[in-house]
């Protein structure tokens, strides 16, 4: 049965613009570099090499120069968006779907989450960027293994926080007070505990992507998961890395910037996220 | 045969420590409530006032011992019968906002003990019913869509009092409900629950640490220490001619170190007191 009575909602976007421009920069930063990514016409195709036009410095011609191939870093810049943050993306999603009711479980009071969350410490104690790396390349460089990859990384985190809320949810008042009201079980779990845990699951969501661009960009930048010719930012900045020395700073510089930019945009959203959360309900 | 017949109820908590003792929070009690008739349960922090309450209403399981409810014995319904039960007795508890959830507008709290006990009335109905109950409590029908934190404490108690009593319990445990209230929004919920009792005849169990309160509010106080009712008496007899040497150290500390009295006395000086009585109930 729907809520008789509904709090309104309407006004939380336009709050979160006006108290968190960080945040609506980041967004909308995101969403630019997504939508060119995927729609706009580039100035060149990203993956066109020209050798009598290498290692161009930044200009009128090549708004951020060209890479020692020829090919126009700019184009590149963008295109690699479409790769690198659709496989953020994904992982994140995947990471979502095994780590909520894989967390909701862990939740429970008894022995059985007890020892789950034992060997998730054991689990994350081991260096997981390594695990990452050695499933990605023993599959054969596939990329549907950077995405099982991130959510390998992320899945505990997802699990541990589910449960560190609901467990301090669970001893609350008005779950106590559901109780005496005759409610179900899952009539608790659906209405009054999974809603109250929404804000910081989405805090989580926006730092896990910031986290899955970074871990897609060292795997490219170690030369597994995406790799050439299709554009991505941590294998310009491994192509870049080289040319540094000689003064061409524009081909990692301009990637590195990319991942920069986004890991702050989701953060920032992550930080806007968690202001509202806490002080609406609190 | 009384609403709520409590008898020979024993609870023990595992000791907090390794080691440690194991708590008797409850050592055989037995009390009865008749219908409208308010029975005050009084003791000090730790002599298990509260944790009969909780059993009362099969919040907590008990040891041993039975408590029946209009008949039903509760201590070993299964869940499901006493999931239905529950529509019968309701709670109120001491701390207005945790008791409710922060996420759902007023109304939907309210009209929940109706949605899960009376789905067949639907929509509509619920939606009027919780209409009059609220303004039964003294809450604006405007309020129905805020969210808990935006109403002040004493309507935050005024939509427990709703929930609680929108499906027509029988039974009501109040678990200090007025003491993290103001002094004169207080009255005004003892008022509003002195009120609904002659209006629908329920039973309450008043959990309390404060004299005053009681005295005014109860028919009958029982007087806790140590897990055991040391003493229970109509509450006029209990105030003039008090029988158990626990009970005088009581009602002695009510008469000349009262904790409020004393914070009033140093409030002069510190400029509390101004601010408590000034801070009144925006309804």
């Known amino acids: 049965m729907p809520d008789v009575f509904a709090a309104p909602k309407g006004r939380q976007f336009r709050l979160l613009v006006k108290e968190h421009p960080g945040a609506t920069m980041g967004v909308s930063f995101i969403a630019l570099l997504l939508l060119a990514s995927l729609v706009a016409p580039l100035p060149y195709d990203p993956t066109a090499t020209d050798g009598s036009s290498s290692l161009l410095a930044p200009g009128a011609q090549h708004w951020f120069g060209t890479d020692g191939a020829g090919a126009d870093v700019f184009s590149r810049v963008i295109a690699a968006a479409r790769i690198d943050l659709s496989l953020a993306l994904a992982g994140t999603l995947l990471s979502l779907g095994l780590g909520l009711p894989l967390g909701l479980m862990a939740s429970g009071k008894g022995k059985g989450s007890e ?27 596939k990329l549907y293994m950077v995405v099982v990859a991130i959510a390998l990384i992320n899945v505990p985190r997802y699990i541990r926080l589910m449960r560190s809320e609901i467990l301090s949810l669970r001893e609350s008042r008005f779950i106590e007070a559901a109780i005496a009201m005759g409610a179900s079980t899952s009539r ?28 897609i960009a060292s ?39 990319a991942v920069l930019l986004c890991v702050l945009a989701f953060n920032q959203l992550a930080d806007a996220i968690g202001d509202r959360t806490a002080r609406t309900y609190r | 045969m009384s609403l709520v017949e409590i008898t020979d109820v024993v609870k023990t908590f595992a000791a907090r420590q390794r080691g440690g003792d194991p ?7 037995s009390l009865q409530v008749n219908e409208g008739e308010t029975v005050a349960i009084i003791g000090e922090s730790g002599s298990g006032k509260s944790t009969l309450g909780k059993a009362a209403l099969r919040l907590i399981d008990v040891d041993s011992g039975s408590i029946r409810i209009d008949g039903d014995e509760i201590t070993t319904l299964e869940t499901r019968a006493l999931r239905a039960k529950r529509a019968d007795m309701q709670v109120v508890f001491q701390e207005p906002f945790e008791s409710l959830n922060p996420r759902l507008a007023i109304g939907a709290i309210i009209a929940e003990p109706l949605q899960i006990h009376r789905p067949e009335l639907g929509t509509t109905e619920i939606r009027k019913q919780v209409l ?16 808990p934190g935006e109403l002040s404490g004493g309507q935050q108690q005024r939509v427990g009092i709703a929930r609680a009593i929108i499906s027509r319990p029988r039974f009501l445990v109040l678990d200090e409900p007025t003491s993290s209230l103001d002094l004169s929004i207080r009255a005004q919920v003892l008022a509003l629950l002195a009120e609904l009792q002659e209006e629908s005849r329920m039973a309450y169990l008043f959990v309390s640490h404060d004299m005053h309160t009681v005295e005014w509010i109860s028919d009958r106080i029982a007087v806790m220490y140590l897990g055991e009712i040391v003493e229970t008496a109509p509450t006029r007899q209990l105030f003039d001619n008090p029988g158990h040497a626990y009970t005088r150290t009581l009602l002695s500390a009510r008469l000349s170190a009262d904790p409020r009295e004393r914070h009033a006395y140093k409030a002069f000086a510190g400029d509390t007191t101004v601010r408590q009585v000034s801070t009144g109930d925006a309804s």
């Open chain 1, 115 to 141: 020892w789950l969350v034992r060997a998730l410490d054991a689990f994350q104690a081991f260096p997981l960027l390594i695990l990452a790396l050695a499933l990605v390349s023993l599959s054969g460089n």
């Open chain 1, 188 to 215: 608790v779990t659906f209405k009054h505990l999974l809603p109250n845990v929404w804000g910081i699951v989405l805090v989580q969501t926006s730092l896990t992507i910031a986290n899955a661009i970074v871990v």
């Open chain 1, 219 to 257: 795997l490219s930048f170690l030369g597994v998961g995406v790799s050439a010719p299709t554009p991505s930012w941590g294998g310009m900045i491994r192509d870049g890395a080289g040319n540094m020395a000689s003064g061409e700073w524009w081909i990692a510089g301009f990637a590195g910037l």
């Open chain 2, 23 to 29: 708590v008797r929070a409850l050592r055989g009690v």
């Open chain 2, 132 to 147: 009059q109950v609220m303004d039964k409590v003294g809450l604006p029908a405007a309020q129905a869509s805020r969210l």
